[in-house]
């Protein structure tokens, strides 16, 4: 029987409108019930929090939700300690109150646990039938050289436009440095580049998987179908086979997934959107405080997504930078709302392969690679943060200063994983490279998940651009041109 079919991008710009409005209407408040008492005085040594403050917390048990900003407020008169990020986090986390949401939130965990689940068997068998595929041609250097010619040259136009506008908008000159978040507690990461490096080559493979350490895997992945190309007739045709059915049964379990796309994301974005609707005062204060850092980044990130990229498509590959753009809506709205290029991943490469056109040879290798080491919406992010924090501490970093957080900042986003708030984490590398104080993050703590949404989707539009650059290159035709 023939239906009326909506696209699936459609599908989700429709249920983010009621996301929104029920996110609105239910907003989430804090409140210290028995079952979430028992869980803080469970976990609360791991945090270092002290017998004293989780006694304190009984005190809340009968009271009222609060707003995230009066909750803490109330709690933080006689337990200071949580100023602290990561204890903080802790305990927002547990005291989260929205019942009515939580009818609808477990479908937005379901979706992204489906998403992760599907992530290493895809890069797995995408990048070994790809790899192998290539390899039998001895194209496999010239692909791989090309992709990351495209990852350097695009990272830097991005770094670029954001320092520039940075340096023109100054949006940290005069911001109150009395720290409203503390750092404290979170694990900066002490990893050289040399360390990132190393951690290409597992020592245990399976543990890698466990681990989901994409790096690892792509290379081994990139080891294996290499060497399928190397073995004999026989060896070489079954696991070939093998790899690319066991590929395309992926796919169709991506294709089912997606399915579930639009319910999940209206999950996310309501949980979202009542996340920050339950504190409307913290959320104009935030705006205010950091609006101009916001606007630079934002702005940044749409001068290299609408201009930039389509201008390369244009250029290098002749297609239709909006017809592409169409093509992978629904990759970027789930970009947006999961913040995880890697779960968006299953979704990016069907969109590229099916509606774009791209084959399979070249989307199974480049985008499994660039959700993990392409990051153009990272690293732009990671040096107008730095110089921000270095204009809020009343620092002018020099020319030579600004071009090594250039290149630390592109260095380490090949290290970053796509999950969210990763380059929180990342920064701490980048700053300390210029010598920059670490607690400067705690500046940009509050805004960070806000800027992921639309600093990942950048990630995502970049991945499928290469995915395109380096198809057209090696003369495939598309269904975007
Ligand atoms: N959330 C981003 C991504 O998955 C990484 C980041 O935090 O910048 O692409």
Redesign the pocket.
């Given at each position: 029987m023939k239906y009326f079919k909506i696209a699936l991008h459609w599908q989700i710009i429709f249920a983010l409108i009621p996301a929104s409005v029920f996110g609105i209407l239910y907003p989430t408040k804090y409140k210290i019930t028995y079952d979430s008492y028992e869980k803080i005085a469970k976990d609360a040594p791991k945090y270092s929090i002290s017998e004293q403050c989780v006694s304190h917390l009984q005190i809340f048990r009968s009271k009222e939700p609060h707003s995230e900003s009066q909750f803490l407020a109330e709690i933080k008169k006689e337990c200071p300690i949580f100023l602290e990020y990561e204890k903080k986090e802790f305990l927002l986390k547990n005291a989260r109150y929205n019942p009515i949401l939580s009818y609808v939130e477990w479908m937005g965990e379901l979706f992204l646990r489906l998403l992760k689940m599907i992530i290493v068997p895809l890069i797995l068998t995408s990048i070994i039938s790809g790899t192998a595929g290539i390899g039998a041609n001895g194209n496999l250097g010239r692909i791989g050289l090309k992709t990351i010619i495209y990852y350097l040259i695009t990272s830097g136009l991005a770094i670029v436009v954001g320092l520039f506008l940075v340096n023109l908008i100054k949006p940290g000159m005069g911001t109150e440095i009395g720290l409203t978040e503390s750092a404290g507690q979170i694990e900066f990461t002490e990893t050289s580049f040399a360390d990132s490096l190393m951690q290409i080559v597992p020592e245990n493979i399976f543990k890698a998987f466990a681990m989901q350490e994409m790096l690892s895997i792509i290379a081994f992945s990139m080891l294996f179908g290499y060497f399928i190309s190397r073995v004999g007739r026989k060896s070489r045709e079954f696991l070939t086979d093998f790899f690319s059915s066991a590929f395309d049964v992926m796919m169709k379990i991506t294709t089912f997934i997606i399915k579930f796309a639009p319910v999940g994301i209206f999950a996310i974005i309501a949980k979202t959107v009542a996340d920050q609707a339950g504190d409307p005062e913290k959320l104009l204060l935030l705006v205010q405080g950091m609006g101009k850092f916001a606007a630079v980044v934002v702005g940044g990130l749409a001068i290299h997504a609408l201009i930039t990229l389509p201008f390369i498509l244009k250029i290098f590959s002749r297609v239709k930078p909006f017809k592409h753009f169409r093509a992978v809506q629904a990759a970027l709205l789930t970009a947006f709302s999961t913040?995880?290029?890697?779960a968006a991943l299953s979704l990016t490469m069907e969109s590229v392969e099916n509606k774009s056109g791209v084959s399979n040879k070249i989307s199974g290798f480049t985008l499994p690679f660039g959700a993990t080491i392409n990051?153009n919406?990272?690293v732009l992010?990671e040096c107008v943060a730095a110089i921000f924090i270095a204009q809020a501490y009343g620092i002018d970093l020099p020319l030579n200063e600004q071009i090594i957080i250039f290149l630390s900042a592109l260095l380490v986003s090949i290290g970053?994983a796509?999950?969210?708030?990763?380059?929180l984490l990342m920064i701490s590398i980048v700053l300390s490279a210029v010598d920059l104080p670490l607690e400067g993050i705690g500046l940009i703590l509050a805004i960070d998940p806000i800027l992921?949404m639309f600093?990942?989707s950048v990630?995502v539009w970049s991945d499928s651009c290469c995915a395109v650059v380096v198809a057209k290159s090696e003369g495939e035709t598309l269904k975007i041109q």
């Open positions: 913040r995880s290029s890697a990051m919406g990272t992010y970053s796509g999950v969210p708030m990763a380059s992921d600093r990942t990630n």
